[in-house]
């Protein structure tokens, strides 16, 4: 399984040290793997700290940014907003028709940021999750988006 990686400044000071635990990564790796196998969340050992990504997911959930918010305003489904997956924090999850929607700004446009993007996608793939990419404010790429879904929800 490959490496991943924090490539945002922002998060690097809130995630500088996303792995608090005593125990080796690639144990970690394996229970976070064996967790979306599974469908179950990690459940840590007593006395040790969550990961520094759980807080982070909640303070995202806490305050959305506006475009996650003029999504969830016109999205009908009870989907899970920056839940955890693995190392990453996708913008909409839906464990049980596996799919993942990403919200994409201004900010997307950076070659940096597209080929980060790029990982993300390659990794939620592995796991069998659609991955589909919404542009912020973008109507069309909304309803685009929403008749894909809707497809899946009823195969």
Same mark, same amino acid.
């Given at each position: 399984? %490959?490496?991943?990686?924090?490539?945002?400044?922002?998060?690097?000071?809130?995630?500088s040290?996303?792995i608090n635990?005593?125990?080796?990564k690639?144990?970690?790796?394996? %229970?976070?793997?064996?967790?979306?196998?599974?469908?179950?969340?990690?459940?840590?050992?007593?006395?040790?700290k969550?990961?520094?990504?759980?807080?982070?997911?909640k303070?995202?959930n806490?305050?959305?940014?506006?475009s996650e918010?003029w999504? =969830? %305003?016109?999205?009908?489904?009870?989907d =899970?907003?920056?839940?955890?997956?693995g190392c990453?924090?996708?913008?909409?999850?839906?464990r049980?028709y596996?799919?993942? &929607?990403e919200?994409?700004?201004?900010?997307?446009?950076?070659?940096?940021v597209?080929?980060?993007?790029?990982?993300?996608d390659?990794?939620?793939?592995?796991?069998?999750?659609?991955?589909?990419?919404v542009?912020?404010?973008d &109507?069309n %790429?909304?309803?685009?988006?929403?008749?894909?879904v809707? =497809? &899946?929800?009823?195969?």
């Amino acid at each position: 399984m %490959s490496k991943c990686k924090i490539y945002n400044k922002n998060e690097i000071d809130l995630l500088s040290e996303s792995i608090n635990l005593k125990i080796p990564k690639l144990t970690l790796r394996q %229970s976070r793997v064996k967790a979306l196998k599974t469908k179950t969340k990690l459940s840590f050992l007593p006395g040790r700290k969550k990961p520094k990504i759980y807080t982070f997911a909640k303070t995202l959930n806490e305050n959305l940014p506006r475009s996650e918010k003029w999504f =969830q %305003s016109l999205w009908p489904f009870k989907d =899970q907003f920056n839940e955890v997956f693995g190392c990453f924090i996708p913008d909409v999850l839906n464990r049980k028709y596996k799919y993942i &929607i990403e919200i994409d700004g201004t900010i997307h446009q950076i070659k940096a940021v597209k080929k980060r993007d790029r990982k993300k996608d390659l990794y939620y793939r592995k796991f069998g999750y659609t991955v589909f990419r919404v542009i912020a404010y973008d &109507i069309n %790429s909304y309803n685009n988006v929403y008749a894909r879904v809707m =497809q &899946i929800r009823n195969l």
